[in-house]
């Protein structure tokens, strides 16, 4: 298994622009998790889906952030307009049921 | 609210020595709590559960304990190596929530040869 695969790897944007943050989980995992890290704050639980239904969507900031999981196997975590303060990593991670997660390499975010 | 502390001091230790790692949490005890490994520029990798009903747990050259009494969880890491540097994070699940982890802001270890 090639593990959570998250695209792009590293995305330099100008304030305004929309965002697409890509995600596939593990085949037979049925959570996937949306994470944000930063120095200040450490990794920031944004949305989680449990067999593709979003559960539970308080970790995320505004209006400006949206998260699908339209199948089983990609998951997409889009801002837009983008802002500078939106500069983080984003992980996508997913387990099977209440398990241990398993994370993608990230996508380092910079909004100029 | 219910938080995860841990060190936010970077730990430093001579190779070959055990390192101790601590997390503490507040209000309720959680079902489990879960131990990470994040290196830099990569995503956390699990490395051990231990539920409440636990008071140890094993694995390799690591040690987890869990006491609810002090509501805090010690991670071992015996006969340290300069490869076990990393920053290491202690997360659990909010109460009646089952299905989410809140992250500790994870303590660096740097052992040194």
């Known amino acids: 298994d090639a593990g959570v695969i998250q695209s792009p790897r590293h995305e330099v944007t100008e304030m305004g622009q929309e965002v697409t943050l890509r995600c596939k989980p593990i085949s037979g995992h049925d959570y996937l998790f949306w994470y944000r890290q930063t120095m200040m704050r450490g990794l920031e639980l944004l949305i989680y889906?449990?067999?593709?239904?979003?559960?539970?969507d308080s970790g995320m900031p505004e209006d400006r952030f949206s998260a699908k999981m339209p199948n089983a196997s990609f998951s997409t975590l889009k801002i837009q307009p983008s802002e500078p303060r939106d500069s983080a990593v984003y992980f996508c991670a997913s387990s099977f049921e209440r398990a241990g997660y398993t994370f993608g390499s990230g996508t380092r975010l910079t909004v100029v | 609210s219910q938080k995860i502390e841990q060190n936010s001091e970077a730990l430093n230790i001579q190779e070959g020595k055990t390192a101790t790692l601590t997390c503490n949490y507040t209000n309720y005890s959680p079902a489990y709590l879960q131990w990470y490994r994040q290196d830099p520029g990569r995503g956390p990798v699990f490395l051990l559960l231990i539920r409440e009903n636990e008071k140890e747990k094993r694995k390799e050259r690591l040690k987890v304990t869990f006491d609810t009494t002090l509501k805090q969880s010690l991670f071992h890491i015996t006969a340290s190596q300069p490869a076990d540097s990393a920053t290491y994070l202690c997360?659990?699940?909010?109460?009646?929530?089952?299905?989410?982890?809140?992250f500790g802001q994870g303590t660096e270890l740097s052992v040194k040869p």
């Open positions: 889906f449990n067999n593709n239904v979003p559960i539970d």
């Open positions: 997360a659990r699940p909010p109460y009646n929530q089952g299905g989410k982890l809140i």
